[in-house]
């Protein structure tokens, strides 16, 4: 069972099964140059999700993971989280590795891959243009992602890909910024939860060496050890 589905998006159908709130509608209008966006790249490529892209696993899990935001070729393409752009491969490689994920991911929704409790969300639903939101549009879209941590009973650890879904988890969690510096491999408390930072598993950290396929594992692996 999975949160979210990519069912019928074409006609407009809801695109998840979660409890009312936790996803934005598909037509969703709350920012107006995502809106603007969004419905541009419909008129362009008719054919591709484009829609606030929902959450993707296990609403049991005990991890969830959060990314910046939908990529315009990948996620808001696909309609599943971190599939079909480079993020992806190393993201899903390392959650099969970890075993938080089963199957073989080949980059499409119905590759018949599924999450181990784990879920996978973005701190932003919709796709921005040059892949940069605004602060506003991270507030904005920060109630479903509170509603999201909210709606996941057991939940024991959240892993942040890069500084901005750290400060928007870190606002969900009505933690003190200053308790809770983003930097790579650190792990904060809050409450019953604990929140691990990872650089973004983005293409340009890895060619440019930020971030190394270790160094990213290591995050995870901390996650395993500390669940088990």
């Known amino acids: 069972m999975t949160i979210s589905t990519i069912e019928k998006h074409a006609a407009g159908a809801p695109t998840s099964s979660a409890p009312l709130g936790i996803e934005p509608d598909r037509?969703?209008?709350?920012?107006?140059?995502?809106?603007a966006f969004r419905a541009e790249a419909r008129t362009k490529q008719p054919g591709w999700f484009n829609a606030p892209v929902p959450s993707f696993g296990d609403p049991a899990a005990r991890l969830l993971v959060?990314?910046?935001?939908p990529g315009l070729q990948g996620a808001n393409r696909t309609g599943r989280p971190f599939t079909g752009d480079f993020a992806g491969d190393l993201l899903y490689a390392t959650l099969l590795e970890y075993g938080f994920a089963r199957g073989h991911y080949e980059a499409r929704?119905?590759?018949?891959?599924?999450?181990?409790?784990?879920?996978?969300?973005?701190?932003?639903?919709?796709?921005?243009?040059?892949?940069k939101p605004l602060p506003a549009e991270i507030n904005t879209c920060r109630s479903f992602l509170a509603a999201t941590i909210d709606h996941l009973p057991r939940l024991r650890a959240i892993v942040a890909l890069g500084r901005i879904a750290h400060d928007s988890v870190v606002k969900a969690l009505k933690l003190r910024s200053s308790a809770a510096p983003f930097a790579h491999g650190a792990v904060h408390q809050a409450g019953r939860l604990k929140l691990?930072?990872?650089y973004h598993c983005s293409r340009y950290n890895t060619n440019?060496?930020?971030l190394t396929a270790d160094m990213f594992r290591s995050v995870f692996a901390k996650v395993k050890a500390d669940m088990d």
């Open 27 to 35: 037509n969703c209008p709350l920012c107006p140059r995502l809106a």
């Open 66 to 69: 959060v990314g910046l935001a």
């Open 109 to 131: 929704p119905d590759d018949g891959l599924t999450l181990v409790d784990c879920l996978i969300s973005n701190a932003v639903r919709c796709v921005p243009p040059q892949n």
């Open 196 to 198: 691990y930072d990872s």
């Open 208 to 210: 440019t060496g930020v």
